[in-house]
């Protein structure tokens, strides 16, 4: 299994280079315009995907899954954060309870799966926040903070996502 969704897209390019014959559908990003949340496109989107995967007769279907609302608790270790339930014993994160809802289960944590290396002005710049020390810092809408080393003149965002996997056979 790969890190992260840029580790699945460069397989996909090498496995298509290689003529090796795909078995999986991986989704890379499902984004749903704030205009439009709420209308159940995001659950229409990821049962689409598993009817392509369906009628294509891969094996597996996957997904490196952005917990959507990580983003309030970024402090929270996202293996943590992942047992979270709300009241009705469903997955507390919208975007985890709609894969799991639509047959998916956990695979396990990536880690790194968006890594974003740069340096202290272009971090200030994209946060609008003033970074004068070493040390983390929560960022708008991180999942985790923000790492900063002001001797190396760098800011690291390591981005974990949840690999989840859906069966289709």
Do not use: C
Request: charged share 25%; no cysteine.
């Amino acid at each position: 299994m790969p890190e992260g969704w840029d580790k699945v897209f460069e397989k996909g390019i090498l496995d298509f280079q290689n003529n090796i014959q795909p078995n999986s559908l991986s989704a890379l990003s499902i984004v749903i315009h704030p205009e439009f949340r709420g209308k159940g496109l995001s659950e229409r989107m990821v049962n689409e995907m598993k009817s392509l995967a369906i009628k294509s007769k891969f094996k597996n279907m996957v997904a490196p899954v952005r917990p959507s609302l990580k983003s309030m608790y970024p402090l929270i270790p996202i293996e943590e954060y992942i047992k979270w339930k709300s009241i009705a014993g469903t997955p507390f994160d919208p975007w985890i309870r709609i894969h799991i809802k639509a047959g998916a289960s956990i695979i396990k944590v990536a880690e790194k799966s968006m890594v974003i290396p740069a340096s202290i002005k272009e971090w200030e710049e994209w946060t609008g926040m003033k970074l004068l020390s070493s040390g983390s810092y929560v960022i708008n809408e991180g999942l985790v903070p923000l790492e900063v080393d002001m001797s190396a003149n760098k800011g690291v965002y390591i981005e974990p996502n949840v690999w989840m996997r859906h069966y289709v056979d």
